[in-house]
């Protein structure tokens, strides 16, 4: 185990976080508001990257470094983004900013506040921000961004791209990543003249624009994108939602102009259908809520758009709607959005592959003999990956379940409980009950904040990072 | 520049690796999951699976937009076809890997019809470099420069040798005279380049530029001078002992060749009649003291198995033979043979993609200095560089000692005319000279690459003039 090169390059991340931070204090420079919580953190975590950034180390980088590094990486990220809410003094603890800081991070958008309108610009820019860096993920920030380290980068991006298989749009990482937070950039800026020419405020726009991109969810007022109750705001921030949690590999494809692969793509048509699918029955079912055909269908699309990509905006208070509908959204907090885009939960792909090899399964007992394999996209999914994907499924459900567990010493009701834990751990933001999109977090107890934190990190890297950074062979010295 | 790479075996992966770090964008083609994946995990590279005679397979790899298209699979026609679907796609240059002899006689219609740029086979590219080394048999490796008119050579230094213990500045005026530089020293894996203060040790490599004479020369007031190889055992009669075997055919060598293959053994013979075949297990060292093997001057190892090699050279050592060639495939081998004292092994891989970046390093000059050709000796911890100077090339008329060069470079020897000049500080660069150029770090593409930018200050060439 080399610690010291993972120390070195967490150093690099810290520093980079570090300059990320001057435009939170830009913003609180223009609104007049206090620059200190910005000016301490920035020092801290610079001081800190400078640090272990000059930290003498060798070459040794493989897969287990790799996998190290990211768990601690984006727990270190974490730690230290909760450092501007603290010193703002908006929180009670810091228990409190760093729950918002991971939720933050990892685009859950779960909230600790009941009155967000109350924080400064500044701090809510942070808050929002945090979504837009860890969206698309600080690691392959870093490696577009900075030289190469002379270390094999791809493991490092690797375990922070979401999605059953890894693959690069080009053959070099750096450039991969550069292709990848181009488009990023590109689709956050075209969201933002939207809102913009749609009569949103311009830092308003900025807010959800960033909240969209991450599929985050935070929002800069107490009700959600419900308050600019706006049925053209409302529209571009679903399109956009869809936009964001399509596998970006999507867009390459299309700049390349190789259409063909585009259509042929398994993993977006399923996409596409389960939204629509889920938007017919949800209206179906809240039509006598709402006795309007077109309001029914902006509240049913925008909040399927919503809860499919993880990103948890909502335009009204679904917790009044029927059971049905809760479950439907339920299930697609489960399902999440496609391999490679900025969405959570367990992806598409997965659920795809996970399906086909149960039907493959039931082919297999009615036909013993039988030998079939698993595709998507037209092409074999191999036996490997088919193996890898069930693995994460059952261990989606046993983190989800021992969350739950934990969480369920607070004593709140089944619903809450376990609801917090699957919202947490799919990155999606609201559960239901208490946790609705009009609560909040802030009723639980300290330890199942940290839980919940840790769950989002545990969702945001896809399990596996975490489970390795706490294994204890990961640490033995042979 | 953009490359793929079809088949990622032992040449495939390796290629990869070298061109890689030369900051190229590389995606490999092959239909081995698990060996991409090592490939994937281990180089900055995009890999895609499947068949590389697949038009979309190859469309998908990028070869219609690609500088350069290597095919190096196992299967001579897959890498044929796959060269040629590359071209109509709209690639710039294919390389083959071909090593079935039964090509080789029309090659030239092959090349042609299915618009290969280049072939490469590399089994006759190792028996080119067995024989070379056969016939001289003074040094461990020699790489020749200009047409065969400046060799460099390797050697490994012994107890009692003249040079051990004593700075190369104090070397006597015999040696001085020669035309020849020392260019490189190898000590521990460690690879140097000595100036006038470097001090010999015994079992340090040293390497050795300049005419072919001068090199002779040098050999015999070393009391090394081999003398001319009559009598050669080679073990294994596969593909390398066939093309080596046709090479030694036309000297006045005596070969003795011992193959496991009764039938493989006829083949050979029916060929090589002048060949005496002896079929029977090349590792049974019965067999081989029974052929009289301390009576021979030479000993070639080439059976498909590393160990074997290894394990017979080493037998063959013990016995006292001068000269020993052993076929390693295995980079990770061919170290821990060196450090026992095997100095002349050799890997088809590595002979392959030397060739193959050779070339890939001549195509990127399509402008500035051009790279002639490019050998990789100590291992792979320097380079050897052949460039031609054009007009482009900067501090042209220049006294060396007035240049500011790169640390780690040597220029070794300027070829100008008929004239092959050992530089001196006062010596400088004209237009069209030809100049070899001592590298440890791989990368330099050009000859400008060499210089330092604007701090001008005097080099300190080093080694005996």
Redesign the interface.
């Known amino acids: 185990m080399n610690l010291k090169l993972v120390l070195k390059v967490l150093g690099r991340i810290l520093l980079i976080e570090s300059a990320s931070l001057a435009l939170p204090l830009l913003v609180a420079l223009i609104y007049g508001e206090n620059p200190l919580p910005f000016l301490w953190s920035i020092a801290i975590t610079a001081l800190l990257g400078l640090g272990l950034s000059v930290l003498p180390a060798q070459k040794r980088f493989f897969?287990r470094e790799g996998f190290v590094a990211v768990g601690l990486i984006w727990m270190v990220t974490c730690l230290l983004g909760a450092l501007p809410f603290w010193f703002s003094g908006y929180f009670s603890s810091f228990v409190d900013c760093l729950f918002e800081s991971a939720s933050g991070f990892t685009t859950t958008g779960a909230s600790i506040l009941s009155n967000i309108e109350a924080l400064p610009n500044g701090i809510l820019f942070w808050r929002s921000f945090t979504h837009w860096m860890g969206g698309m993920g600080v690691l392959v920030l870093a490696t577009a961004v900075l030289p190469?380290m002379g270390i094999?980068?791809?493991?490092l991006t690797q375990a922070e791209t979401p999605g059953p298989v890894f693959?690069?749009l080009?053959?070099?990482?750096a450039?991969t990543s550069k292709i990848l937070y181009g488009i990023y950039c590109a689709l956050t800026l075209l969201e933002v003249a939207c809102l913009k020419l749609a009569g949103m405020p311009l830092y308003d726009s900025f807010i959800h624009a960033f909240g969209t991109a991450g599929t985050g969810g935070f929002s800069n007022r107490n009700i959600s994108v419900g308050a600019y109750n706006s049925m053209a705001v409302d529209m571009i921030i679903a399109v956009f939602i869809i936009l964001f949690s399509l596998n970006f590999a999507v867009y390459f494809l299309l700049l390349t102009r190789k259409f063909r692969e585009v259509l042929h793509s398994d993993e977006l048509r399923f996409f596409l259908l389960a939204v629509a699918g889920a938007t017919v029955l949800i209206s179906v079912n809240i039509y006598p809520l709402y006795s309007d055909l077109v309001q029914t269908f902006r509240y049913a699309f925008f909040q399927v758009c919503s809860i499919i990509s993880t990103t948890g905006f909502s335009t009204t208070d679904w917790s009044f709607w029927p059971q049905f509908s809760h479950l439907v959204l339920i299930m697609l907090m489960f399902c999440g959005a496609c391999a490679g885009s900025t969405g959570g939960g367990m992806k598409c792909s997965r659920v795809l592959i996970l399906m086909r090899s149960i039907r493959r399964e039931i082919h297999h007992i009615i036909h013993p003999r039988s030998v079939e394999v698993v595709t998507l996209d037209g092409k074999v999914v191999?036996e490997?990956t088919v193996h890898s994907v069930l693995t994460f499924v059952g261990c989606y459900l046993l983190v989800i379940l021992s969350a739950a567990l934990i969480i369920s010493l607070d004593n709140f009701s089944f619903s809450v409980s376990f609801s917090s834990a699957l919202t947490c751990v799919s990155n999606v933001g609201p559960g239901l009950e208490a946790v609705g999109p009009a609560g909040n977090f802030a009723a639980f107890s300290p330890l199942s904040k940290l839980v919940m934190s840790l769950c989002m990190i545990i969702g945001r890297l896809e399990i596996f990072p975490i489970l390795v950074l706490f294994s204890r062979s990961t640490w033995r010295r042979a | 520049m953009k490359i793929v790479i079809v088949g990622n075996g032992k040449v495939g992966f390796f290629l990869a690796g070298q061109m890689v770090r030369e900051a190229h964008d590389v995606t490999v083609v092959d239909v081995r999951e698990d060996a991409l994946r090592r490939a994937a995990d281990m180089l900055d590279i995009m890999v895609i699976r499947g068949n590389g005679v697949s038009t979309d397979i190859l469309r998908e790899a990028g070869a219609d937009g690609a500088d350069l298209l290597v095919a190096t699979t196992n299967s001579d026609e897959v890498n044929m076809v796959c060269c040629l679907i590359a071209k109509n796609l709209g690639t710039g240059y294919t390389i083959a890997r071909i090593r079935n002899p039964e090509y080789t006689a029309s090659l030239a219609e092959l090349r042609q019809n299915l618009k290969i740029d280049m072939v490469i086979n590399p089994e006759s590219a190792t028996a080119v470099e067995i024989s070379r080394l056969l016939r001289f048999p003074s040094a461990a490796n020699i790489e020749t420069f200009c047409r065969g008119r400046v060799e460099l050579m390797g050697f490994r230094l012994q107890e009692g040798d003249f040079l051990v213990g004593k700075p190369l500045r104090t070397l006597s005026t015999q040696v001085k005279k020669l035309s020849l530089l020392f260019c490189a020293a190898e000590r521990d894996g460690h690879v140097s380049i000595p100036n006038g203060s470097f001090v010999p040790q015994v079992d340090d490599k040293l390497y050795l530029i300049g005419r072919p004479n001068s090199l002779d020369q040098f050999f015999r007031v070393l009391g090394r001078y081999a003398p001319k190889i009559k009598q050669v055992l080679v073990v294994g009669g596969g593909k390398v002992s066939n093309y080596l075997l046709h090479l030694l055919d036309k000297t006045d060598m005596r070969i003795k060749l011992v193959e496991l293959s009764e039938e493989r053994c006829r083949q050979l013979h029916q060929v090589y009649p002048r060949v005496m075949t002896i079929c029977g297990d090349g590792t049974d060292q019965e067999l081989l003291e029974s052929e009289n093997l301390s009576a021979s001057d030479a000993f070639v190892a080439l059976t498909d198995q590393d160990e074997d090699n290894l394990i017979i050279s080493l037998y063959a050592m013990q016995k006292g033979l001068s000269k020993i060639i052993t076929k390693c495939n295995r980079q990770n081998y061919a170290g821990i043979a060196r450090s026992v004292g095997l100095d002349s092994v050799i890997s088809p891989k590595f002979i392959t993609a030397s060739h193959i970046l050779h070339r890939v390093r001549g195509m990127q000059n399509s402008q500035g200095s051009v790279m002639n050709s490019l050998h990789r000796i100590a291992d792979g911890g320097a380079e050897a560089m052949e460039f031609t100077v054009s007009p482009s090339t900067r501090h042209l008329g220049v006294a060396l000692k007035d240049l500011r060069l790169k640390s780690g470079i040597l220029i070794a020897v300027i070829v100008r005319g008929q004239e092959i000049i050992i530089p001196e500080g006062s010596s400088a660069l004209c237009p069209d000279d030809i100049v070899i150029i001592i590298s440890r770090d791989s990368g330099i593409l050009d000859l400008n690459d060499i210089y330092v930018e604007e701090t001008p200050a005097p080099v300190s060439g080093g080694g005996v003039q």
Do not use: L
Request: charged fraction near 35%.
């Open positions: 897969v190469s094999r980068s791809h493991y693959s690069k080009v053959p070099k990482q450039k191999e490997s």
